[in-house]
C-alpha cells in the first residue's frame, strides 16, 4: 500500500502562474482533504471532497483556489494566478467513507507539496 | 464549530526529562482526537488517538496522552525525551461531522 501520494514534492513558480498540485488517495479512501500549512504556522483546512463531489470548501480562498476530485485519477488544487503569499505547504490526507472506520484508521497524510513564488 | 488550543508554542526541554504538551479542544459533539508529528520538511505521522474507552492511550515512540472530558484536554506526555524528538507535534479534533481540525502546533526543542 503506498500511502497517500503527492506531486510534485517542491513546485516553483513565477507570480502570475498556475499551480498544480495531485494528491492519490490510499487505496480504499474515498475521501480527500487538503490543508495549507504557512511558514511557522499550523495546517489550515481548505476543502474536504470526495469522488466528484465537494462536501466542505469553507478553509478555500474564494478568489484563484479550485480543488476536484474526479472519477478517475487523483485529487487536484488548483492556484491560478499565484501570488507571494500562496508561498506553503500544501499537505493532502485521505480517510474511509464511514466515520468509525475514519476513527480507527485516521487520516493518511501526503508528504506535502511546497509551493515556492518568486 | 469545533477547536483546538495548543497552549505551548514553543517548549524546550533537555535531552532524558520528562515533557508534557498541553491540547485543548472545544466541541459540542463527541469527538476523536489525534496527535501527530512533524518533523522538519517532512509530512505528519500519526502518534496516536483517542476514539472511546480508556482514557490513557499508548501512541509510537514512547508517547502517551490522557483524554479528560471534563477538563475537555487531551494532553501528550513522554516520561524521557530522546533529542529525535525535536519535531512539531499537533493536536487534532474530529466530530465526524467535517474536516480534522488542528490546533496551531507546539515545537518540541530537545537539547543536550
Known amino acids: 500500500n503506498a500511502g497517500v501520494m503527492q506531486n510534485p514534492r517542491h513546485l516553483v513558480r513565477r507570480r502570475g502562474q498556475e499551480a498544480r498540485l495531485r494528491c492519490s488517495p490510499m487505496?480504499?479512501?474515498?475521501?480527500v482533504y487538503w490543508y495549507r500549512q504557512l511558514p511557522e504556522e499550523g495546517l489550515k483546512f481548505m476543502v474536504y471532497l470526495q469522488k466528484e463531489n465537494i462536501i466542505d470548501e469553507s478553509g478555500m480562498p474564494k478568489e484563484r483556489f479550485s480543488a476536484e476530485f474526479p472519477k478517475e485519477g487523483p485529487s487536484i488544487l488548483r492556484i491560478q494566478q499565484v501570488v507571494r503569499g500562496d508561498s506553503a505547504a500544501y499537505f493532502c490526507?485521505?480517510?474511509?467513507?464511514?466515520?468509525?472506520?475514519?476513527?480507527?484508521?485516521?487520516?493518511?497524510f501526503g508528504s506535502g507539496t511546497r509551493l515556492t513564488v518568486v | 464549530a469545533q477547536s483546538v488550543t495548543q497552549l505551548d508554542s514553543q517548549v524546550p526541554v533537555f535531552e532524558e526529562a520528562p515533557v508534557e504538551l498541553r491540547c485543548n479542544y472545544s466541541?459540542?459533539?463527541?469527538?476523536?482526537l489525534f496527535w501527530y508529528v512533524q518533523y522538519p520538511n517532512q509530512g505528519l505521522q500519526l502518534l496516536l488517538k483517542y476514539l472511546s474507552g480508556s482514557t490513557l492511550v499508548k501512541g509510537i515512540n514512547g508517547f502517551e496522552a490522557e483524554f479528560n472530558k471534563s477538563q475537555t484536554s487531551f494532553h501528550l506526555r513522554k516520561p524521557s525525551v530522546h533529542i529525535s524528538d525535536t519535531a512539531e507535534y499537533f493536536c487534532a479534533v474530529d466530530t465526524g461531522r467535517r474536516a480534522l481540525t488542528f490546533g496551531s502546533g507546539t515545537r518540541l526543542q530537545v537539547q543536550p
Open positions: 490526507a485521505s480517510s474511509p467513507i464511514n466515520v468509525g472506520d475514519r476513527g480507527q484508521e485516521g487520516y493518511t
Open positions: 487505496k480504499g479512501h474515498s475521501h
Open positions: 466541541s459540542s459533539v463527541s469527538v476523536y
